[in-house]
């Protein structure tokens, strides 16, 4: 097959084992990058205790990616338009497998810091051009099968990173959960320069927005450290949680304002005008949000509350990932044929319904596989979520703003899973307080049980003050876990409600077909 080698051009797609091996190479890029969102924060008590410094100022090693991370995703199609989607993507992918192995070399908290802004910064741009890429140089027959391909890794990454993060510190050294990207950087680096030579986009050198840039690295800066350590500092009885707060407020309304005004915009506001797009990324990103704030409260319920270890609850977890591959193909292949509104709505529905059904499970005598149960169903829910809500918010959209249209669509989803996790983490927290004092109330009404209860803990050779300090932790453990299920079924309702928003959009779709 012949390529045009001048950038802008429009070469053909790409076919046959080319195609295949551009998607191998474009889904280990966006696992790599996803999974070191998760991969760290269970390591964070060995990273700490190696480096010699507390386990709050460790979980910097988390915020100071997400932060960076952030920060970058939007400003990817105004990047890709000045220097070109695969001169971005390739050098994205160099720096991010530099920085990888400055982190697992790094031996103080300020070097490794350091090393993570930057493969922070770097993996901004990752994700949407993996999803640009993957549109514009698939064959519009093979758009659906991609995009399933692509949200596959998403959804399976953020599952495998505590699990492998976990095994990894527990059998080896923390600093492999960097180095092991080394290896699948270079593979990624060099498949890349191969599969998209001569497939340069055009190169737009529009003016810098510096008024915008300034106002994006402000304002979502000061919202991501605010939400990742909102939880930690008490929310808005900090002062510093109120200053960062006020700050992302102002600078973010001075951003809108800027932006929809500025006649070359950082980030392209103007997308919103486009009505599938506008509807399916809300979609997105309230149903992500969601499904990811329940991916973040798991874990902490089964470790804090019923006695799992990290591993173990990471085999709880990871079910979830084995249908979401089997099924996420098939869905890519029917999305030729059917209306991919009716996917992602069954599979927002599946959300709901696993919500629904943990708001049941969750006890201190669950076992293993009836947790299991909701997250193996869950994985179906999930290979029908990403790939037809990608083809509803870009279908229609020019290829030349394919990559500005993915940078937006993926800050919104990475920020409402942000706001989702601390919100539903703080009032999992304040709902537990209300579940305790409740149970404390209906103590004076257990009576003779109560007696019976004591004495049993007496009797086994128990004090008084280690029988009532053990009924202090199983009445902590039972509000807990009522405040867990409370939020199970809150998530469950919302997304009924996410599920009809997808009907606001209409046809035509086209797997992000764009202007072809």
Not at 28 to 40: H, Q, R
Not at 102 to 131: D, E, N, W
Not at 318 to 329: D, E, K, L, N, Q
């Amino acid at each position: 097959m012949a390529d045009t080698s001048a950038p802008g051009a429009a070469p053909t797609h790409l076919t046959g084992l080319r195609w295949i091996l551009m998607l191998v190479v474009l889904a280990l890029t966006n696992f790599m990058e996803v999974l070191d969102i998760s991969i760290a924060n269970v390591s964070i008590n060995s990273i700490s205790g190696t480096l010699g410094v507390s386990p709050n100022e460790g979980t910097w090693v988390i915020t100071s990616y997400t932060v960076a991370n952030a920060v970058a995703v939007p400003l990817t199609g105004w990047l890709a338009a000045r220097f070109g989607q695969v001169r971005l993507f390739t050098f994205a992918i160099a720096v991010f497998t530099l920085a990888s192995w400055m982190c697992g070399m790094a031996t103080t908290l300020s070097m490794l810091i350091s090393a993570r802004v930057l493969q922070g910064a770097v993996a901004g741009f990752m994700i949407p051009l993996s999803q640009a890429l993957m549109i514009n140089n698939s064959p519009p027959q093979s758009r659906t099968i991609a995009l399933a391909v692509w949200g596959m890794t998403v959804t399976v990454a953020p599952i495998a990173g505590p699990l492998l993060g976990g095994w990894i510190t527990d059998n080896y050294h923390w600093s492999w959960i960097f180095f092991i990207n080394v290896p699948a950087g270079i593979l990624a680096f060099f498949g890349t320069m191969q599969i998209f030579k001569g497939r340069e986009t055009e190169i737009k050198k529009n003016p810098i927005d510096r008024v915008g840039v300034v106002l994006l690295i402000v304002w979502v800066g000061s919202l991501q450290i605010m939400l990742d350590k909102g939880n930690e500092l008490d929310w808005f009885d900090s002062p510093v949680v109120v200053t960062l707060a006020v700050i992302s407020a102002l600078c973010f309304c001075l951003f809108l304002a800027w932006e929809w005004t500025e006649a070359y915009p950082v980030v392209d506001l103007s997308l919103l005008k486009y009505r599938n797009y506008t509807v399916g990324v809300t979609a997105l990103g309230l149903g992500y949000g969601l499904f990811f704030a329940t991916v973040v409260l798991m874990p902490l319920v089964l470790q804090t509350q019923i006695g799992y270890t990290a591993t173990w609850s990471g085999r709880v977890t990871a079910p979830m990932g084995v249908f979401a591959i089997v099924f996420s193909p098939i869905v890519g292949r029917l999305l030729q044929r059917f209306d991919p509104r009716i996917f992602a709505s069954i599979g927002i529905g599946i959300f709901a319904l696993c919500s629904f059904w943990r708001s049941m499970i969750y006890t201190t005598g669950s076992d293993v596989y009836t947790l299991m149960g909701p997250q193996l169903l869950q994985g179906v829910g999930l290979a029908m979520f990403f790939g037809p809500l990608i083809s509803i918010n870009t279908g229609g959209i020019p290829a030349a703003k394919m990559a500005a249209a993915s940078g937006l669509q993926n800050f919104m989803r990475m920020m409402m899973g942000s706001f989702a996790a601390s919100i539903i983490v703080t009032y999992w927290d304040h709902r537990a307080d209300l579940h305790r004092s409740q149970l404390v109330e209906q103590l004076p009404r257990a009576g003779t049980r109560l007696n019976d209860a004591v004495n049993a803990f007496k009797d086994s050779g128990m004090s008084t003050t280690q029988v009532y300090g053990t009924i202090d932790r199983m009445l902590s453990a039972q509000s807990y876990l009522l405040s867990a299920n409370d939020m199970f079924w809150l998530s469950g309702v919302i997304l009924l409600a996410v599920a009809g928003i997808i009907w606001l959009s209409r046809p035509p779709f086209g797997g992000g077909m764009g202007g072809h």
